[in-house]
């Protein structure tokens, strides 16, 4: 009921605000993209929200060489930061004198197309794109696409990627493209590739498979476990593999009752030297699903373990990326047993070792 109450506010409050903010060029005229058009893309909140909008940004500055901007959130704006396909990059300060500035910000350099990313409405991004001096506003079909001067159709989430879903904004830039070109775009520096590579090198005398286990993520609900890591990992001992275990600061007393301290990536608050030292292994296995994009930069094959509660949403798996799966359709995963998951991760793992090539 409170939920349909916020619905019913938004609708109001958009026919309100449409009634001052007019947009001449409603599903009419069709910009002209060329090398100069400047084109402004929205993406706030979380890691993985960013992650999964880089396919478009990369896509878009390929096949048009236009200049891109992003306006990205403080906890997700790194993700950003290094992508050599992106001229600009803001960062949304909440409150009236940030709002105020990112409506100056928009006007000062000038853009010709503001591109908002959200698969769902954010009140904030409705504000900004209604209010901002830019005759171009793409977006999904919403309840708030009168503030868009273009919309495509927003597909089903029950069936179709959340990648897919952002890469439908592809019409209204009129480019085409294959299934095949399509993947994260994050880019580690230089730096933290090589101290990762170190790293590795250093706490494995002998190259062999290696399997990156990942403990951490976003909520409490979704980890699974001190002993069932402990068990999932003695399981694969068997195997002549190496194993890396991730986590973040806040798991870090977690990590290490799971694993010797000395097989335990370097925790940091640097994402990028995070990133550069998932990108090393060579299978992972997490409960986070920003992590799973990540892997999927170099295709490299995930077992993912997934919370589904009170949603019909496709999970947030790996796109064009060998995956296998355990979902639970509870709030939290502490009731997925290491029997339910060795029965698909085991095979899972062994499929990958016999192609292993060192």
Known sequence: MIKEIEQYLKKIFLKILLLIVKNPNYNNSYPEITSNTKVLFIRLNRIGDALVSTPLID???????????VLADKKNHFV?????NINEITIFQKGLKGF??????????EIDILVD???DVST??????ALANVNYKFGLNKINKEIYSHIVPRLDASTNHIID???????????????????????????????????????????KFLLGINISAGSKARFWGVEKFIEIIDCVKKYNINIILFSELKDYNKAKSIIDE?????????????VAGVLCVDLLFSPDTSVVHIASIKRIP???????????????????TSFEYVITEESTLKNISVDEVKEKFIPFLEEHLKSYKK
């Open 165 to 207: 879903r952002i890469l439908k904004l592809t019409e209204l830039f009129n480019i085409s493209y294959s299934k095949d070109e399509i993947k994260i775009g994050y880019y580690p520096k230089d730096d933290n590739i090589k101290y990762a590579n170190e790293i590795i090198y250093n706490k494995f005398s002998e190259k």
């Open 80 to 84: 950003f930061s290094n992508n050599p």
């Open 262 to 274: 000395k097989f335990i990536y370097p925790v940091s608050k640097d994402f990028d030297k995070f």
């Open 124 to 129: 904030t991004v409705t504000y900004i794109v």
């Open 117 to 119: 990313l959200h698969d």
């Open 59 to 69: 896509l878009l500055k390929k096949k048009t060489d236009c200049k891109i901007f």
């Open 302 to 320: 995930v077992f993912g373990l997934y919370v589904k509660f009170n949603t019909k949403d496709m999970i947030w798996s790996p796109y064009n």
């Open 100 to 109: 105020i500035a990112i409506l100056k910000f928009i006007k000062n350099n």
